[in-house]
């Protein structure tokens, strides 16, 4: 999505060859302009899958996939990052480890949202390694709904997650795909290095 492309040449940072920080309109100030163009891109990308609800995690993948859920006319859920590994029988749980962080967190979402008629749409802000996408595609399964996609904002396609997800039989769409970050600079792939 060029416009996307755009603002992460303009304003994005590239901390070192694995990460590149984005707190200007993503992960900190969010620029809502940004997100309705995103959540735009997500509903006609998806649009024929028949999505009843979409699901994303806390905090940063909250703004786009509410902005994909104004467009698709659904309700927009987020998995809850739990300090406690206490279960309740209301809850479809699973745990995720980041390997950018190094901790594992819990993450729960009460049952009574999803069921097993919703065709769900997963929606992050970022795919690097999967393990955060593995672990809300587990907790749909648990609510026997089905995964009809899962939708990125960014990509570091030099990551396995991508290709983990693609692997299972998941449908991938990501707006904006790295292909670097090597040497302070970000390079996506484009349509002619496919
Ligand atoms: P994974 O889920 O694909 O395996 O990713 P990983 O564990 O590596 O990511 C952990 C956190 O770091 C996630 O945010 C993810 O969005 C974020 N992240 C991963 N790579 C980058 C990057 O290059 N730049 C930025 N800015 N973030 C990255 P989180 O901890 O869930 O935080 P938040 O959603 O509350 O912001
Ligand atoms: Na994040
Ligand atoms: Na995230």
Redesign the pocket.
Same mark, same amino acid.
């Given at each position: 999505m060029r416009l996307l492309e755009e603002k992460i040449k303009k304003d994005g940072r590239v901390?070192n060859e694995? !990460?590149? %920080? !984005?707190?200007s309109f993503?992960?900190h100030q969010i620029d809502p302009n940004l997100m309705n163009e995103l959540g735009k891109e997500f509903s006609q990308l998806f649009a024929g899958e028949g999505i009843t609800k979409i699901v994303t995690?806390?905090?940063? $993948?909250?703004a786009p996939a509410v902005m994909a859920g104004l467009y698709m006319n659904v309700p927009v859920i987020f998995a809850r #990052?739990r300090k406690s590994v206490t279960l309740t029988d209301d809850l479809l749980t699973a745990s !995720?480890?980041? /390997?950018? #962080?190094n901790e594992t967190?819990e993450l729960a979402i009460a049952k009574k949202y999803l069921n097993e008629n919703d065709k769900v749409l997963i929606i992050?802000? /970022?795919? &690097?390694? $999967?393990?955060? &996408?593995? &672990?809300l595609v587990e907790m749909v399964q648990q609510a026997n709904s089905s995964v009809a996609g899962i939708g990125i904002v960014?990509e %570091?396609s030099f990551?396995p $997650?991508a290709q983990i997800l693609k692997e299972q039989g998941l449908r991938v769409e990501s707006l904006a795909r790295?292909a670097s970050?090597s040497n302070g600079e970000v390079t996506f792939i484009t349509e002619d290095m496919e």
């Open positions: 901390l694995n !990460v590149l %920080k !984005v707190d993503l992960n995690i806390e905090s940063s $993948g909250i #990052k !995720v480890h980041s /390997f950018t #962080k967190s992050d802000d /970022f795919l &690097a390694n $999967g393990q955060a &996408a593995l &672990a960014i %570091k990551q $997650g790295i970050l």
